[in-house]
């Protein structure tokens, strides 16, 4: 069965600090991998994806990720984490299998609170 | 500025009072989905639409029904609406040949009394 699993459903950091996010998916054909996230009151914003090739993926506000397909995990990181970063983290995978529906399997999310 | 527009942003209505959510999109693209995301389920795929007059179900449609009589508009009607579609609801669109960003809405926040 297709899935994603983001074990960590709230993480708590200080601002400054590193910033590791889990992601584990379940995908049958080559996945592609996405990192989102979702401002309180707001709409998905995509920092990074991985579609093939180097499997260290730099994205937006100096997020990366790096697929590890022998563990079937995409996780997310940043080195210095900002109070701006608190926010929703939803990792989800997709494929070119996917056909008419280019739908993505999500994961639950994880909330990232950032003390001062 | 490229963008994915919802109408209303909030929402609160009555048991079986049709509404209708609006979204727009204005960069040309070819698909278009609705997905709902509830506490602990994440978001669930309601329908989708490849192109004009193409539509699908998703993961979750009872209860919705959507349209796609112009490539840039999507709304979702919910006919006879019921607290179990209390929920926040998300349009989102993308264009491209395989999976690409998906661009999406602020977010529709409904409740049904």
New interface residues.
């Given amino acids: 069965a297709q899935s994603v699993t983001q074990p960590d459903i709230h993480i708590t950091v200080s601002e400054g600090a590193s910033l590791e996010l889990r992601c584990n998916y379940s995908y049958g054909a080559t996945p592609?991998l996405f990192w989102?996230v979702q401002s309180p009151?707001?709409?998905?914003?995509?920092l990074l994806?991985y579609?093939s090739g180097d499997t260290l993926v730099q994205g937006i506000k100096g997020f990366e990720a790096e697929f590890k397909r022998s563990q079937s995990s995409f996780n997310l990181r940043k080195p210095s984490v900002h109070w701006s970063d608190a926010a929703e983290y939803?990792c989800a995978v997709?494929?070119?299998s996917?056909g008419?529906?280019?739908?993505?399997i999500?994961?639950?999310?994880t909330s990232l609170a950032v003390n001062p | 500025e490229a963008q994915?527009t919802q109408n209303p942003r909030y929402l609160i209505t009555v048991t079986g009072k049709k509404l209708t959510v609006t979204c727009s999109q204005n960069m040309n693209h070819e698909?278009m989905?609705w997905y709902r995301q509830d506490p602990?389920?994440?978001?669930r795929?309601i329908y989708?639409s490849?192109n004009v007059e193409v539509t699908?179900k998703?993961?979750v449609p009872e209860g919705y029904k959507v349209s796609r009589k112009e490539k840039r508009n999507f709304p979702l009607i919910l006919e006879s609406p019921s607290p179990n579609q209390t929920s926040l609801y998300?349009c989102?669109s993308?264009t491209g040949p395989?999976?690409?960003?998906?661009y999406?809405?602020?977010?529709t926040r409904l409740t049904v009394t």
């Fill in positions: 592609y989102y009151g707001q709409g998905l914003q995509l994806k579609f939803f997709g494929g070119p996917a008419n529906n280019r739908k993505l999500w994961g639950l999310g | 994915v698909y989905s602990g389920l994440g978001l795929q989708y490849m699908d998703g993961d998300f989102a993308t395989t999976l690409a960003e998906q999406f809405g602020p977010g």
